[in-house]
């Protein structure tokens, strides 16, 4: 036959059914509050995505906007020009001045070279072909010329220390964009008169430095693309170098330049 329990035996049971529920309790308010982080934390940063994707769609309308204005503004004029010249040939070849027709004829040569090249500069800077053809050290050479062309107050110290093979055909246009984004935004905003730019694999790692000595910025005030209506630049370099598998850093303080650091591990590297 079992024994009745005692009563300090009751009262002891009771204690530790009453820890217990207040264990339990402790623990569901601290899962309540874990809870509303990771939803608070998702908010925003859904709210972030949202905010990068309709940038991302007024980006793309904006380079919309811009190569219309460059068809416009630059082929448009150099075609006009050309079908005027062509039309003062004929006429003056019909007339009585095949002689000067001759002439106009040949000033259209220069016209077309260049409105050759500059279809060739619009199209490089879509998409430059040296990328698929040449690799990305050749493209980085050629950004440079170009670079040192627009902005020639601004010196380019250029360190390359990687073989072409040792950059994955997948990172070679994330390299550009954010060379291409990075540089823009030092003739835009910095003020610099030198850049060093330094592309190098050290072990297994493959680092791009792009680094100022112009007027700097304080970085925490564009961290995020939802604290004002700029950022988008900086925002999307780092979505760029996170989607690839890299990590992305950037250094900035008033009067002291700008540097920005992207990394890759060998092993890691994604295509997007
Ligand atoms: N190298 C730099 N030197 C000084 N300020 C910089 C530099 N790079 C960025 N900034 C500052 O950070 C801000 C955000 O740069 P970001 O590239 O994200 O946007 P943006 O250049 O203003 O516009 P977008 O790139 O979308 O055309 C800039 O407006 C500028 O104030
Ligand atoms: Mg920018």
Request: glycine share 6%; proline share 2%.
């Amino acid at each position: 036959m079992t024994r009745k329990p005692t009563y300090e035996e009751l009262e002891q049971t009771v204690r530790a059914l009453e820890k217990d529920a207040e264990k339990r309790k402790k623990a569901a308010a601290e899962a309540r509050k874990t809870s509303g982080r990771l939803e608070r934390r998702l908010k925003e940063r859904t709210k972030e995505l949202e905010l990068l994707s309709s940038k991302l769609l007024n980006a793309q309308e904006e380079e919309r906007k811009r190569i219309a204005g460059d068809l416009h503004d630059v082929i448009g004029q150099s075609l006009s020009a050309a079908k005027f010249t062509v039309e003062t040939a004929l006429e003056q070849m019909s007339g009585d001045r095949p002689t000067l027709s001759l002439n106009s004829l040949r000033a259209l040569v220069p016209m077309l070279q260049k409105a050759s090249e500059e279809v060739r500069t619009i199209v490089m800077n879509l998409r430059p072909s040296i990328l698929d053809n040449l690799g990305i050290l050749a493209t980085i050479s050629w950004f440079c010329r170009q670079y040192k062309t627009f902005y020639a107050a601004i010196v380019v110290e250029k360190k390359i220390d990687i073989s072409e093979r040792d950059v994955p055909d997948s990172l070679k246009t994330t390299i550009f964009r954010i060379l291409q984004e990075a540089m823009n935004n030092i003739a835009k905003h910095s003020m610099a008169d030198t850049v060093q730019l330094c592309l190098e694999k050290t072990d297994n790692l493959i680092t791009l430095i792009i680094q100022d000595n112009g007027c700097g910025f304080n970085v925490k005030n564009i961290r995020s693309v939802g604290s004002s209506g700029k950022g988008f630049g900086i925002t999307s370099m780092k979505e760029r170098t996170e989607l690839s598998g890299g990590t992305f850093q950037i250094t900035s303080a008033y009067g002291k330049g700008t540097k920005l650091q992207a990394s890759w591990e060998c092993g890691q590297i994604r295509s997007i």
